[in-house]
């Protein structure tokens, strides 16, 4: 129920402003399938566009409530995905009405929330690159789903992306991202990373600094989570 989810990330809220962690990359708003493949599948709240945008609303808004921002992905939707895009570029022969029927669709509720993250999916009946790197999904990200939040690149050391770490920062804020995260700690390609990405451009500016207020806000938040 959606008020187990909101306790549930309320706490972890509380256990990560603990830990000195103010941003959680959370709540998934991909719809699962019976297909999905399982690096994603066990993290999914649900199979239907319904049921997953109130579950991801708790999540974020339990997120919130503990004083941590939430960062809602993968945007525009990553279900379909057969294989791990840790490993190689999901791909999806979807058509575009079923994408903007039923993965789109939680995305396009919950696009007031502050922060989002790409997926590295190729949607065929789009383009043929991974949306993280694609120019029109990234302009779909902010047209048609209507997501005006800071937006956040999927970690850019997974293989779903090819060339150098340099080259894939690049593409991503070429693309359209705001921001570029990448997770493997290597001290070498961060070095590269910063290279790739530069500077922030107006815009990615305008947005991260909205996000800034917003945590600035939440940096003194004292919540009673007694009664959760």
Same mark, same amino acid.
């Given at each position: 129920?959606?008020?187990?989810?909101?306790?549930?990330?309320? %706490?972890?809220?509380?256990? *990560? #402003?603990?830990?000195?962690?103010?941003?959680?990359?959370?709540?998934?708003?991909?719809?699962?399938?019976?297909?999905?493949?399982?690096?994603?599948?066990?993290?999914?709240?649900?199979?239907?566009?319904?049921?997953?945008?109130? +579950?991801?609303?708790?999540?974020?808004?339990?997120? /919130?409530?503990?004083?941590? /921002?939430?960062?809602?992905?993968?945007?525009?939707?990553?279900? *379909?995905?057969?294989? @791990?895009?840790?490993? &190689? $570029? $999901?791909?999806?022969?979807? &058509?575009? @009405?079923? *994408?903007?029927?039923? @993965?789109? !669709?939680?995305?396009?509720?919950?696009?007031? *929330? $502050? +922060?989002? +993250?790409?997926?590295?999916?190729?949607?065929?009946?789009?383009?043929?690159?991974?949306?993280?790197?694609? $120019?029109?999904?990234?302009? !779909?990200?902010?047209?048609?789903?209507?997501?005006?939040? %800071?937006?956040?690149? @999927?970690?850019? =050391?997974?293989?779903? /992306?090819?060339?150098?770490?340099?080259?894939?920062? #690049?593409?991503?804020?070429?693309?359209?991202?705001?921001?570029?995260?990448?997770?493997?700690?290597?001290? #070498?390609?961060?070095?590269?990373?910063?290279?790739?990405?530069?500077?922030? &451009?107006?815009? =990615?500016?305008?947005?991260?600094?909205?996000?800034?207020?917003?945590?600035?806000? !939440?940096?003194?938040?004292?919540?009673?989570? &007694?009664? !959760?």
């Amino acid at each position: 129920a959606p008020n187990i989810i909101f306790s549930r990330y309320a %706490l972890i809220a509380q256990e *990560l #402003r603990n830990s000195g962690i103010t941003v959680n990359c959370a709540p998934l708003a991909d719809i699962v399938r019976p297909e999905t493949h399982f690096f994603l599948k066990n993290r999914c709240f649900g199979s239907t566009a319904k049921v997953v945008t109130e +579950m991801a609303m708790a999540a974020a808004s339990g997120l /919130l409530y503990g004083g941590v /921002l939430p960062v809602i992905k993968h945007i525009p939707g990553h279900g *379909l995905a057969l294989v @791990d895009s840790h490993e &190689s $570029p $999901p791909r999806t022969l979807a &058509s575009r @009405d079923v *994408l903007e029927a039923v @993965d789109f !669709l939680p995305f396009k509720q919950l696009n007031h *929330l $502050p +922060m989002g +993250m790409t997926a590295h999916v190729i949607y065929e009946a789009i383009d043929a690159i991974p949306g993280t790197i694609s $120019p029109k999904i990234n302009q !779909l990200i902010r047209s048609n789903i209507g997501f005006n939040g %800071l937006l956040i690149s @999927d970690d850019v =050391s997974m293989g779903a /992306l090819l060339g150098g770490a340099c080259q894939r920062a #690049r593409a991503a804020i070429g693309a359209g991202c705001d921001i570029v995260l990448h997770c493997n700690g290597k001290i #070498r390609e961060m070095e590269k990373i910063v290279k790739g990405a530069g500077n922030l &451009s107006k815009e =990615s500016a305008f947005r991260a600094g909205k996000v800034i207020k917003l945590h600035s806000q !939440l940096a003194d938040w004292e919540v009673d989570l &007694s009664h !959760l």
